[in-house]
């Protein structure tokens, strides 16, 4: 029964793109276009789901652990460094250029519109190329004589 | 700013917030729709349930609202597939890089104060403005 939970988030969480009209690349692409007919719609967007998530998230951290499960899944990491900042600069041009982001791409596909299926596949394609890439890096490390002499 | 909608705005923007809360809440994870979707092309994971879910009462949404009479139009996407392809590639390929997109950098990461998302979510938003003044402004897309 459990499962019921995250599909009820995901509901929510489709329901608010779909309210705010952020599933519209026309809408994100108006935030975005700084120097056109500025639209600050996605700023309240951000602004509002903040004025949740802030306190909601400080709840969260009092409480020993989540009501359905174990643990707290919180990131580890704290640290800027370049891989966040290439891959958000590569991400924020992605963006820019279609006005989609994962969200919005996903929930789009229950439209059936041919471009979002080809968007979300690339998308898809381009997380499998990281994932991949990662993979070689680990390889080669683990093959090379100074890994190895760390490894004992 | 004619399109300027801030009630929905703002009424969309809690309810996305709040379920990044009960998600977190519920199931001690974070509702970041990259990492969400990233896990499920990963075989070897075992945690595909809650991920599947989450993402199955996303696409559920819409159609639900279809139901209602709310029917939502397919989006405005460019004419060049070309476009649509290498704009995909980066989201997704960035993304994972990133370690992140708009909701779990921007809502959850922010929401959580945490420094590397709000770097994060300060480059991804200057990327994209730059990316929309080429494409808007000086190709004149």
Redesign the interface.
């Known amino acids: 029964m459990w499962i019921i939970a995250p599909l009820f988030c995901g509901l929510i969480f489709g329901a608010g793109l779909l309210v705010s009209g952020m599933v519209q690349p026309t809408k994100v692409l108006g935030f975005l276009d700084i120097f056109g007919a500025w639209d600050p719609t996605l700023a309240v967007v951000m602004a509002a789901a903040l004025a949740v998530s802030v306190p909601g998230f400080m709840l969260a951290n009092q409480r020993p652990r989540p009501w359905l499960a174990k643990q707290y899944f919180w990131p580890s990491k704290s640290e800027v460094d370049l891989p966040l900042v290439t891959g958000a600069a590569l991400f924020g041009i992605g963006w820019g250029l279609v006005g989609l982001c994962p969200g919005p791409a996903l929930e789009s596909l229950a439209t059936l519109s041919p471009g979002v299926i080809v968007f979300a596949a690339a998308m898809a394609a381009g997380m499998a190329v990281y994932d991949l890439w990662q993979k070689s890096r680990l390889t080669v490390q683990r093959g090379s004589p100074l890994a190895g002499a760390s490894d004992g | 700013?004619?399109?300027?909608?801030?009630l929905?705005?703002?009424?969309?923007?809690?309810?996305?917030?709040?379920?990044?809360?009960?998600?977190?809440?519920?199931?001690?994870?974070?509702?970041g729709?990259?990492g969400i979707?990233?896990g499920l092309?990963?075989w070897r994971g075992e945690d595909k349930?809650?991920?599947i879910?989450?993402?199955?009462?996303?696409?559920?949404?819409?159609?639900?609202?279809g139901w209602i009479g709310?029917g939502?139009?397919?989006?405005?996407?460019?004419a060049n597939?070309v476009?649509?392809?290498?704009?995909?590639?980066?989201?997704?390929?960035?993304?994972?890089?990133?370690?992140g997109?708009?909701?779990g950098?921007?809502?959850?990461?922010?929401?959580?104060?945490?420094?590397?998302s709000i770097?994060?979510?300060i480059?991804?938003?200057?990327?994209?403005?730059?990316?929309?003044?080429i494409?808007?402004?000086v190709l004149g897309g």
């Open positions: 700013m004619a399109n300027f909608t801030p929905s705005a703002a009424i969309g923007g809690a309810l996305i917030g709040l379920s990044a809360v009960l998600l977190m809440l519920l199931t001690g994870r974070i509702a729709i990259s979707f990233g092309l990963n349930g809650w991920r879910a989450f993402i199955a009462g996303f696409i559920l949404a819409p159609i639900i609202a709310h939502m139009p397919p989006p405005k996407l460019p597939w476009i649509i392809v290498s704009a995909g590639l980066l989201v997704g390929f960035g993304t994972r890089l990133g370690g997109c708009t909701s950098h921007g809502i959850c990461g922010i929401g959580r104060l945490s420094v590397r770097a994060a979510t480059v991804f938003m200057t990327t994209a403005v730059i990316t929309v003044a494409t808007h402004h």
